[in-house]
């Protein structure tokens, strides 16, 4: 793939846009200037890639919008090296969001479509996350605790499984609500029984699947 001075300069204008819209971590700005969304997306669509809308993918699926991402990646109050395991990998653009900001990432794809197009894509950036095809909504006992746990599909709850693999300490944050519309959360892991809950702004994700999903 070819990334261009022209999305280069897409991308630069996208995360102006997106520091004015109020994300303030410049580690995750950085981000977004370096990652090419529009590897990410259909050829048809790669005139878009910059725009700051969700765009549809494969199998019926959506990347996010920018502003979600770089939202969602700013809460996570993120330091080098921590171990983040994110739930729907999905295009795999956040995924290389966090790689690029120097993450040990674990992330897990339910559909075996995305999760090999996503594969193929994070291989093509040289960016090497611990993938998995399978439920994301029993997160993945083999390495945890994790220091942070991302979710990007709509969850009904809080899935009990991922609040377990979430370190003392650590945060998680995920979308909560029904199919229409949830409500950005930030867990905040107290101890093994006590967890601070924050509920934020609203958004609109495509439905978790899985045991502790919605289907």
Not at 154 to 160: D, L, Q, T, V, W
């Amino acid at each position: 793939m070819i990334d261009s001075f022209k999305y280069k300069g897409a991308r630069n204008r996208l995360a102006d846009s997106l520091t004015e819209k109020g994300i303030s971590d410049s580690k995750v700005i950085e981000a977004i200037r370096a990652v090419p969304r529009h590897w990410f997306v259909e050829s048809a669509l790669m005139d878009s890639a910059y725009e700051d809308r969700a765009l549809p993918i494969a199998e019926n699926q959506t990347i996010s919008q920018p502003y979600t991402v770089a939202f969602q990646t700013q809460l996570l109050d993120l330091k080098p090296g921590m171990k983040v395991l994110e739930i729907g990998t999905g295009s795999g653009y956040q995924c290389a969001i966090l790689c690029a900001m120097g993450m040990k990432v674990f992330t897990i794809e339910v559909n075996r479509k995305l999760f090999q197009n996503a594969r193929s894509v994070l291989a093509e950036l040289d960016f090497s996350p611990t993938m998995l095809c399978g439920d994301g909504s029993m997160g993945w006992d083999k390495y945890q605790p994790y220091d942070r746990i991302i979710v990007t599909a709509a969850c009904p709850r809080i899935p009990a499984a991922l609040q377990k693999q979430l370190a003392d300490g650590g945060k998680m944050v995920l979308p909560v609500g029904n199919r229409d519309l949830q409500e950005m959360c930030l867990v905040i892991k107290k101890s093994a029984q006590e967890f601070e809950i924050k509920r934020l702004d609203k958004f609109k994700f495509v439905p978790l699947r899985g045991k502790d999903g919605f289907f």
